[in-house]
């Protein structure tokens, strides 16, 4: 039985160390990654997750998908589609290889994983796609839509909550592997920000300097976001 290892790999001159049961060395085609979300608002936590994968990948590409209507959140606290959509945009402003896509709000309805991939791999159908999300998605993947599609579809990356979630993170892997999952999981956690936490400090006129870029905050207090 393979075992949870930490692979080293070479790629577009990077040296890198992360825990993964997948050969990504011998992958000859560009890399390109789907981070989606509800982004609710986006935040700093979101955008350095993202450049860590861009760089210790070696991506060619990472597309930040906002969702259209998120199957597993409830809907009271979002604001619409679009303006998600703008601050994603705002946010990822002058960021190398990182785009923002509407593909979800242009097919409208509840926005599954699997379909999404679907499409893509139409899309780059010469590139190896890969799948970023954070701990907690990543502990719940048996629960998703079609989750062993997303596992033939896509290599699934995550990042721990703290240093200590790693090993969790690294074990669950591992029961994933009985259904064809390839995974990456960082060895190392990013900031620690959260969307309903910055929501809140909106709502109570509470300051949300360095947990949103300011052109994200701007744009919030000019279209009234959040605040109740």
Known sequence: KRRNRSISFR????????????????????????YGGSFNPIHTGHIQLAQYFVSELGLEKLLLIPDNTPPHKSSSAMVSPRHRYNMCLLAAENLPKIEVSDIELKRQGKSYTVDTLIQLSKIYKNSQLFLIMGADMF?????????????????????PRDSDHVRTLSQYGSTLEKYGCKYVIADEHMMNVSSTEIRENIKLSKSINGMVCPRVSQYIYDNSLYMG
Do not use: E, H, Y
């Not at 790629?11 to 789907?34: C, E, H, W, Y």
């Not at 719940?140 to 596992?151: A, H, P, Q």
């Open 11 to 34: 790629r577009q001159g990077l040296n890198n160390m992360l825990i993964t049961n997948a050969d990504l060395s011998n992958i000859r085609k560009p890399f390109v990654a789907m």
């Open 139 to 159: 502990l719940s993947l048996t629960t998703w839509k079609n989750f062993r599609k997303i596992f033939k579809l896509a290599v699934v990356c995550a990042v």
